[in-house]
């Protein structure tokens, strides 16, 4: 009976580990999307993953393999798979990083905002809550 118990526990901890690192590749992808990775998006990233429940001491290798799957990945399916199925406040948070993300250089390029379109609709958020989240990051960002 025991052994049930832990078996279950590890699964849930293997499924929320993969949770993160697509989570991770994902916010890497939209970092990477305009070809200006930089140190700010970074430390972006890094927060959001410790606010959505990655430890300190898995943070560094957490970004090596998402960037890693990024870069082997052709499709954000791959990513968005085991996302959509979230809680909405989970996708919310999502959301609002990527458009941190985006904002961080102050400025947003077509392939930035054709990617979050397909993210929202891929997340299943409706265009209206979308649009408030987009409108609290560029008030955020471009003050």
């Known amino acids: ?81 085991e996302i959509k199925n979230t809680k909405e406040s989970f996708k919310i948070k999502i959301i609002e990083t990527l458009w941190k993300i985006i904002y961080s250089n102050k400025k947003v390029d077509m392939y930035e905002s054709n990617l979050m379109r397909r993210l929202c609709g891929l997340l299943y958020l409706d265009n209206k809550l979308a649009g408030e989240i987009k409108e609290r990051a560029k008030k955020d960002f471009l003050k």
């Open 1 to 81: 009976m025991l052994k049930f118990f832990k078996k279950k526990k590890e699964s849930n901890n293997n499924e929320n580990s993969e949770l993160l690192l697509k989570t991770a590749s994902l916010l890497v992808h939209a970092a990477k999307i305009d070809e200006n990775y930089s140190y700010i998006e970074k430390s972006i990233i890094k927060e959001a993953l410790l606010n959505l429940g990655a430890t300190n001491s898995s943070i560094e290798k957490l970004i090596i393999d998402a960037e890693n799957k990024e870069e082997n990945s052709n499709q954000i399916l791959d990513f968005t798979k």
